[in-house]
């Protein structure tokens, strides 16, 4: 059986765009729901974190959140948009040295990736300090099977941007990045894949740290874990998976729009 047979034909796709300014606005959007989904799910951590949306228009800026700003008041308004070189082109509010540093050079390295997220996820962090990849005990962690490495080199606060471009080069094709003693960072081909993937990610990490603490947990063989992986780890499945968060997040706060 193929993975296309395995979804419906009836499922909804991602959004094409005829101007630039309607794909701008959808991706602003998108990326205050995901600060939103973010602050819901107690990915904040004081002023720590990132999440970045690439502008349609001038691919080398990215839409960033203000530093210092709760995950759960970010509107859409309040987004800043920030060129290859840190200047800001839009927006009245400082930005974080360490998500221009980080973001940047993953944006430079990766042109397919049009989101990244970042942030200091209890789960994440924790798993992060054993200075391992994720082991495919459940379905859901075969969505980072052979699609996630290991960034072993913690230096600090990440503020020179040739360490972002290490990371970025470490990164290389693969979907998300542990960095050790650090956290975790996912990338996209959109908002909702990057969001929805670190979501994913650091439900894994809570999993296996869970269930290496209860005893030995049994990995999916090697075979299984690739097919799953096919079935569940691809980009428009990462995008799907977003999008009934999106609905509930608008539903319950639309004020984010604003």
């Not at 909804?12 to 959808?26: C, K, M, N, S, V």
């Not at 980080?102 to 970042?118: E, F, G, M, N």
């Not at 960072?185 to 296996?208: H, K, N, P, Y």
């Amino acid at each position: 059986m193929s993975v296309k047979s395995l979804i419906p034909k009836n499922l909804p796709q991602p959004p094409q765009f005829d101007r630039p300014a309607d794909e701008r606005l959808h991706r602003k959007q998108r990326l205050a729901a995901a600060f939103r989904l973010f602050a819901r799910y107690g990915f904040d951590e004081g002023v720590a974190g990132h999440i970045t949306a690439r502008d349609p228009e001038d691919p080398h800026s990215f839409w960033v959140n203000p530093f210092g700003m709760y995950f759960g008041h970010i509107r859409v308004s309040d987004l800043i948009l920030v060129n290859a070189s840190g200047e800001i082109l839009d927006g009245d509010r400082p930005i974080n040295a360490a998500a221009f540093a980080i973001h940047s050079q993953i944006h430079a390295a990766r042109p397919d990736a049009i989101a990244a997220a970042h942030t200091h996820s209890i789960y994440g962090k924790t798993w992060s300090t054993l200075g391992r990849k994720l082991d495919p005990l459940t379905q859901d962690a075969c969505s980072f099977y052979d699609d996630h490495v290991l960034f072993d080199d913690y230096t600090g606060v990440v503020l020179d941007p040739s360490e972002g471009q290490r990371i970025g080069q470490t990164l290389g094709t693969a979907k998300a990045a542990i960095l050790r003693n650090h956290g975790l960072l996912t990338v996209g081909q959109s908002v909702d894949e990057a969001a929805w993937w670190f979501i994913a990610m650091e439900r894994c990490c809570q999993s296996q740290l869970l269930a290496e603490a209860a005893g030995t947990p049994i990995a999916i063989d090697r075979d299984t874990a690739t097919l799953t992986a096919s079935q569940v780890g691809t980009p428009f499945m990462g995008w799907f998976c977003f999008q009934s968060l999106y609905d509930k997040i608008v539903r319950e706060e639309p004020d984010l729009l604003d």
